[in-house]
């Protein structure tokens, strides 16, 4: 409707746009300065949580303190996290299915690739889970190591057979967000807080849930690259 | 050991002088493209920040979503974007019906 | 010490470059990328200042910013695909101007 | 007294999720498994009232940790307030649903409309700041999905530039969050209120947050988004999103400012309340010049909102009070209106406010409950909304600000114009005829039935006062600024 008054003064919405741009560098300068201020502000020694973190370490059931804050101290951010995923997931599949392949032959370096770099990367992923517990790494890390495996089986052309792309896939979804709410709501009814592990077993469970997590993670991520939901009878 | 105390400073100017440098480049390039690749090298060069800052948990976080995911998904997005014909098709059978009402 | 300062001045230095560049891109996939360079800037202004410690900088920074990161690639793969959606039915991939009564 | 030991409001928060999930995985059985769900949720937070009732206000320290380091949930007379406003609007939208949907939409309806559900029941009962930002996130993701249910250009740039905003919003929010949490060492809000004193990363961090919030809950001139995304959302989808999700950051919002930013100042305060009242003008003066309905009732909303900033200048829980009643009468009304336009559109396939057609001969019952609605919005006796506007305008006068009742009343009577306008054209005759499909019993029940609701709020008034008085959310005697 417009469009035909948009297409001619091209020069002169131009111009328009350089003085908007420099006006509006002012404020946000001056905000920039403003946060660098109020940065620079803080004391240059604070302690924050990690004293906290540190004296209860011992009996989060991991050594990592990172994955003790992700999986036990705060984990119901990680629970509802994991939603955030999954709801992203969900928004995107309610947009459309996925678009029909293209290319037919992804090429032979890519398939090669892939036939290569896979395994490594779910021996990667593994490797990232279990190691979590006392050093860098855990669930989201694995989690999305396996979504690049995904992603380069994806771009190599390979898709999931539609006989999985149904509840399956579902599962292999909601698993992660499922097993954590699960044993999030065991231990309540068990007679403690939500998700309040009992020490001894604390260990084990943060595992299953970091197994899970990873396994859902790394579908839903390489879902995501997909970019709609798998129809049902469009493969090949 | 002196001369890597005394590097360390310089280190982290250039890094953070490169790091908004590269965000302005990726913000700022005509070419979306260039800008989803600068993008990536930009999120390379964070994972080295979180070294820095004694974060390896947020590297490996970053390294494989932040760069590696995030710039996936840019490009297959951007590849939709070129070459979806039939996106102008949909829209100029929209205008045409348009017109005729 | 210094170093901790120092990034924290450069994600601030991110959060207000994403900002301008998220108001003056009219292209959709521009903003997309700049919110991603803006939530760079605040990771790394909460990971910097974790660093203001003796010994071990603060985990719960750190896992914070883990979940930022997960959220941040979540929240850019929905946008990327509704930007495509975006382009299909109006054939741009930017946003009307608001009549600006 | 099993009963009582249940963590009723942590249920309000788990069962959304496993219904989100369940209607994933069976999206045959979506439509059952979500009624359901809306049910225990609704049992859940009569469940917690009881609780709160008997035991005043409660906190609960998920994985048994505590503040500073693990997250607490809290809940006094105003979470418990907000909870059943979701739970009554929830269970009304859930309902009307049935109805609008149909089976492949409602598909994808009901895990996104779970999710939302469960996000705002985490989002009213969070007590911790960091844990907030990822309900806000959960929350906007999962209505700008629901937006982009309705397909169609005008929902699909409405949802994306929703996206945006509330993605810009959230990281505003978050920068503030790592300021707090850096200058104090807590993300709970108890903690930071003990510790919190005054310098310049904590009043950066308060333009942040509140620059952030005020962005989501689109005060004036920050509305741009408003109108597009809830105008072009399905009827049930913008019912949620008008009455709902704009609240929630408009809560987080009140919550920060008397727990955290006690000594914002009256400068700041002022400032609110005149771009409420410029909301409220605004507002009403666009939504009188509408043409399309959906498009009027959305801009109604962004006028509705500036009423709850009215609050901040006067400072006095009789002010704190209003505001709460605005919004609690706000959700209930506009409810029933955007169900209302639904059924119209439903009902005629457009919703162009001249051609309305006598759809009063056809939806009785749609347009009764629009009128009713219409009724409480204009803050005539004896709805929710004359109790809102009576509390607002005692607490002006006893502050000595009485202009603010100027706002008031402006905003009364140009709601009341556009109220009698739409009504008018409903019984007028028009050039077009309608399609006239026929419209399922339960949209218009539903409909009828949350105008009910808005009226009846203005007449359990000391009822609601009890409740909300659980915990003192306001503050005791005095002045909270």
């Known amino acids: ?198 020490p001894s077993f604390a260990g084990a469970l943060i595992l299953l849930i970091e197994a899970a997590a990873t396994f859902s993670i790394g579908t839903a991520l390489a879902a995501l690259f997909l970019g709609g939901r798998p129809e049902k009878g469009s493969h090949r | 050991m002196e001369t890597v105390t005394l590097l360390q400073p310089v280190f982290d100017t250039l890094l953070g002088l490169a790091l908004l440098w590269l965000a302005w480049r990726a913000l700022a390039s005509p070419d979306l493209f260039k800008a989803i690749v600068l993008f990536i090298t930009f999120g390379l060069l964070m994972v080295l920040a979180w070294v820095r800052l004694d974060a390896p948990d947020v590297a490996l976080a970053e390294a494989a979503i932040g760069t590696g995911l995030t710039g996936a998904l840019l490009l297959a997005a951007l590849t939709r974007l070129n070459s979806k014909s039939d996106a102008k098709s949909v829209h100029e059978k929209e205008q045409q019906r348009k017109a005729h009402n | 010490m210094i170093p901790a300062f120092l990034y924290a001045l450069v994600g601030v230095g991110l959060f207000t470059l994403g900002l301008y560049a998220l108001i003056i891109h009219a292209h959709l996939l521009r903003k997309i990328l700049a919110l991603n360079v803006m939530a760079s800037g605040v990771f790394l202004v909460l990971v910097a200042l974790a660093a203001r410690t003796q010994g071990m900088p603060d985990p719960v920074a750190h896992a914070m910013v883990i979940t930022g990161i997960v959220v941040a690639v979540s929240a850019t793969a929905l946008a990327l695909v509704l930007m495509l959606r975006v382009r299909i039915a109006t054939g741009r991939a930017e946003l009307a101007k608001e009549p600006l009564e | 007294m099993l009963a009582l030991d249940i963590p009723w409001g942590v249920m309000a928060i788990i069962l959304p999720l496993a219904g989100a999930m369940s209607c994933f995985l069976w999206p045959r059985c979506a439509l059952p498994l979500g009624l359901v769900t809306a049910l225990a949720i609704v049992i859940c937070v009569a469940g ?227 771009l409420g009242a410029a909301a409220v003008l605004w507002g009403g003066l666009q939504a009188l010049r509408q043409t399309r309905l959906k498009m009027l009732i959305a801009y109604s909303t962004v006028a509705q909102l500036g009423y709850l900033f009215l609050a901040f200048p006067l400072a006095s829980i009789t002010g704190w009070t209003g505001a709460l009643y605005v919004l609690l009468s706000h959700a209930a009304a506009k409810t029933a209106m955007f169900m209302a336009a639904g059924n119209i559109l439903y009902f005629g396939g457009h919703d162009r406010i001249v051609d309305l057609d006598r759809v009063v001969q056809h939806l009785p019952l749609t347009i009764t409950a629009f009128a009713l609605a219409g009724i409480s919005i204009m803050g005539l006796p004896p709805s929710g909304g004359f109790i809102a506007k009576w509390l607002l305008l005692e607490a002006a006068i006893r502050s000595g600000q009485w202009w603010w009742g100027i706002a008031l009343i402006l905003g009364g009577l140009l709601s009341a114009a556009w109220v009698f306008k739409v009504v008018g054209y409903a019984f007028t005759r028009s050039e077009v005829p309608h399609e006239a499909r026929a419209v399922p019993a339960a949209m218009e029940w539903t409909a009828l039935l949350m105008a009910v609701v808005a009226i009846l709020l203005g007449l359990f008034v000391p009822w609601l006062l009890a409740l909300m008085e659980i915990g003192l959310p306001f503050g005791g005697e005095g002045s909270a600024g």
């Open chain 1, 1 to 198: 409707m417009k469009k035909s008054n948009n297409a001619k003064p091209i020069t002169e919405n131009d111009s328009r746009q350089a003085q908007f741009r420099l006006l509006l560098a002012v404020p946000l300068s001056a905000l920039a300065v403003g946060l660098g201020y109020a940065v620079l502000s803080l004391p240059s020694q604070a302690p924050g949580l990690s004293d906290h973190v540190a004296a209860k370490l011992e009996i989060s059931g991991v050594s990592n303190p990172v994955t003790a804050v992700l999986l036990n101290f705060r984990g119901y951010d990680t629970l509802l996290e994991l939603g955030v995923l999954l709801l992203a997931l969900l928004g995107v599949w309610s947009l459309g299915a996925a678009p029909k392949r293209r290319e037919p032959s992804p090429g032979l370096v890519l398939e090669l690739l892939s036939r290569l770099l896979v395994p490594l990367l779910i021996l990667v992923a593994g490797y990232l889970l279990w190691v979590g517990g006392h050093a860098p790494g855990g669930a989201f890390q694995a989690g999305s190591v396996l979504a690049t495996a995904g992603v380069l089986l994806l771009l190599a052309g390979w898709r999931l057979d539609t006989r999985f792309s149904g509840l399956p896939l579902r599962l292999a979804l909601v698993a992660g967000l499922g097993v954590f709410l699960l044993v999030a709501v065991v231990l309540m009814l068990a007679g403690g807080h939500l998700l309040e592990y009992p």
């Open chain 4, 48 to 274: 917690l009232g009881w609780q709160l009732l008997e035991q005043g206000a409660q906190r609960y320290a998920v994985g048994g940790w505590g503040a500073p380091l693990g997250i607490d949930l809290y809940a006094d007379g105003l979470t418990l307030l907000m909870l059943m406003m979701t739970a009554v609007v929830g269970l009304g939208i859930s309902i009307y649903s049935c109805g609008y949907f149909n089976q492949d939409r409602a598909r994808h309806f009901w895990p996104l409309w779970m999710f939302l559900w469960a996000a705002l029941n985490a989002l009213f009962l969070s007590a911790d700041i960091f844990n907030l930002y990822v309900t806000l996130e959960l929350l906007g993701l999962a209505a700008v999905a629901l937006v982009a249910l309705a397909g169609g250009a005008d929902a699909l740039t409405g949802a994306m530039r929703y996206l945006l905003v509330s993605l810009l919003g959230s990281l505003c929010y978050l920068l503030g969050v790592a300021l707090l949490y850096h200058s104090f060492g807590s993300v709970d809000i108890a903690t930071l209120a003990e510790r919190v004193e005054s310098s310049p990363a904590v009043w950066a961090a308060m333009g942040l947050m509140i620059t952030g919030l005020l962005l989501k809950t689109a005060l004036f001139p920050l509305h741009f988004w408003l109108p597009s995304a809830h105008a072009s959302a399905p009827a049930p989808v913008s019912a949620l999103l008008s009455a709902l999700v704009v609240k929630a950051s408009f809560y987080i919002l009140l919550r920060l400012w008397l727990e955290i930013f006690p000594f914002a100042g009256a400068a700041l305060a002022q400032l609110l309340g005149l």
